[in-house]
């Protein structure tokens, strides 16, 4: 299976994907229920403090979001098939936070680093790319995910004052509801912002895949944890590139309950 041809140009074109309902309504309340018993409540009010791991040793729910079938096309587009899951976190964060740094990283026309984003004969390079899972809402106005479209491809340093939130006419917040999963490439000038939301939290929880060759976290993620498939400890291997073996897109999950 591969994208479609509107995927693609969506891709290439903003640097990012909303993906509608990839998880159902009894999933999201499952892994509420997990976050919640795991004790991720009422988090730290800073993207540094609210931010939370190893959640990938709570159940299989969890674990499969490593190869998910929606997602690996995705992965084969943009990594190759070769890749690597290279780390991993989950984002709780309630309203009246701040945000670090004024909530956006990554500078136009980034090679250095691992951060880029080049095609070359119709094929997409990326050094790091991440998936999003939201499971909350994040409506216009509500904060999260923000980004300036169409950024990993720029060739020109981006202007002091359109580097920062306050009266940033490039800036836009990518809404998403609770079980869509957004795609992007971190060559992307991107960030978070302030949750504003009084009901609920911002959930959300990335996964970062580089190519087969790169690693970008200090070290390499936990594969000893049960329950994982060989596809699944395959894309938690090391970055290496000697007889390494593509990821096969087309095995099944067990069907989602
Ligand atoms: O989802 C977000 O708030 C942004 C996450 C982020 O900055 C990143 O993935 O580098």
Redesign the pocket.
């Known amino acids: 299976m591969t994208i479609t041809a509107e995927e693609r140009y969506m891709l290439d074109v903003q640097g990012y994907i909303v993906l509608d309902q990839v998880l159902n309504k009894d999933q999201i309340a499952r892994m509420q229920e997990t976050m919640t018993v795991q004790g991720i409540k009422d988090p730290e009010n800073s ?1 540094s403090k609210s931010r939370f791991g190893n959640f990938l040793s709570w159940g299989e729910e969890w674990r499969n979001l490593i190869d998910h079938p929606r997602i690996m096309p995705f992965l084969h587009e943009m990594l190759g098939p070769k890749f690597r899951l290279d780390h991993a976190y989950g ?1 709780a964060m309630r309203a009246g936070g701040e945000v670090i740094g004024e909530g956006l ?2 500078q136009s026309a980034m090679f250095n680093h691992g951060c880029y984003y080049l095609t070359h004969n119709n094929v997409m390079h990326n050094g790091l790319i ?1 998936v ?1 899972w939201a499971l909350t809402d994040a409506i216009p106005g509500h904060g ?3 980004c300036i479209p169409g950024s990993h491809k720029g060739q020109f340093p981006v202007p002091p004052e359109w580097y920062g939130l306050k009266n940033n006419p490039m800036v836009r917040q990518v809404p998403m509801k609770a079980g869509d999963v ?1 795609i ?1 490439t ?1 060559a992307l000038t ?4 302030a949750w504003t939301n009084t009901k609920n939290e ?1 959930r ?1 929880v ?1 996964l ?1 895949y580089c190519p087969l060759y790169m690693q970008w976290a200090k070290g390499v993620m936990n594969s000893d944890i049960e329950g994982l498939t060989p596809r699944q400890k395959l894309i938690l291997e090391g970055a290496y590139v000697w007889e390494r073996a593509a990821v096969k897109a087309d095995e099944a999950q067990p069907a989602a309950k």
């Open positions: 993207p984002m990283h990554h991440v999003s999260g995910f923000i957004l992007f971190e991107h960030g978070t912002q911002r959300s990335l970062k």
